[in-house]
């Protein structure tokens, strides 16, 4: 699944298995000198969510001292499954669930154990890491959601108490303000420490290379602003 071990940019990366509740899931890890925190890369549906977009923020975020576990929710069987029906691909109850499993993993995890724990998603996935973030408000310091479907976590958005950042298409008018509203009722103290961010983009945040160039530099920023180890 994962298919580079490196990239252009030296980021090493390795095939690890990780845990996600009952599951053991691919993941690819990669853990640059200091990484002064680690970000949980979730991928949901390969069928919406392209794996190349998640390689360059990989690259991206290791650049700014910050590890990375990037990790397809889905097994092949249920990526099958949801290529015919479209079951998973929505299913932010199963999602959310294999995140915080996967986070769970990363605490006990030797390598790991010691990082502070970011997660980013986009779409449905964006929404499962903000539902994962107000189940288990512990496991998480900060959230960067891309283009989220934020209507499908709106129950939870009251419990989400991490640093929030929300990347939206600047010409996208009612995603600007369903990201806004989600903010309000979001109960984090500190205005700083939420922020909606309006990209340039006639095409959505991961297929156009101006946007997605812009999305790694902010996700890298908001997470070096916000992850610190754990001494």
């Given amino acids: ?13 390795r095939l690890v298995q990780v845990a996600a ?9 990669s853990i640059p000198q200091n990484a002064r925190g680690i970000v949980l890369l979730a ?4 069928h919406i969510e392209p794996l190349s977009s998640y390689s360059l923020l990989a690259d991206a975020l290791y ?10 929710l889905l097994t092949e069987d249920e990526e099958q499954l949801d290529g015919e029906t479209q079951f ?6 199963i999602l959310y669930q294999r ?9 006990v995890n030797l390598e790991t154990q010691n990082l502070t724990i970011g997660y980013f998603g986009s779409g449905a996935t964006g929404a499962a890491a903000l539902i994962a973030a107000a189940e288990r ?14 209507d499908l976590a709106r129950p939870y958005l009251t419990r989400v108490a991490a640093p929030t950042l929300l990347m939206v298409r600047d010409n996208d008018s009612a995603a600007q ?20 961010e309006s990209i340039a983009s006639s095409a959505g945040l991961f297929e156009a290379s101006d946007a997605l160039k812009q999305v790694a530099e902010l996700t890298s920023q908001w997470f070096a602003q916000h992850l610190e180890p754990i001494v």
């Avoid at 991928?43 to 390969?46: A, E, H």
């Avoid at 408000?137 to 934020?150: C, N, Q, S, T």
């Avoid at 990201?179 to 205005?191: F, T």
């Fill in 99 to 107: 995140i915080i499993g996967i986070s769970k993993w990363l605490t």
């Fill in 88 to 93: 998973f691909r929505f299913n932010v109850s």
């Fill in 63 to 72: 650049e700014a001292e910050l590890a990375t576990l990037l990790v397809h």
């Fill in 1 to 13: 699944m994962m298919e580079s071990p490196s990239s252009e940019r030296g980021r090493q990366a």
């Fill in 43 to 46: 991928q949901g549906s390969k």
């Fill in 177 to 196: 303000q369903m990201n806004r509203e989600a903010l309000q009722n979001m109960p984090i103290a500190s205005e700083t420490n939420k922020k909606v």
């Fill in 21 to 29: 509740g009952a599951l053991e899931l691919a993941g690819e890890l």
């Fill in 137 to 150: 408000p512990d496991l998480v310091y900060a959230i960067v959601v891309g283009e989220g479907r934020i």
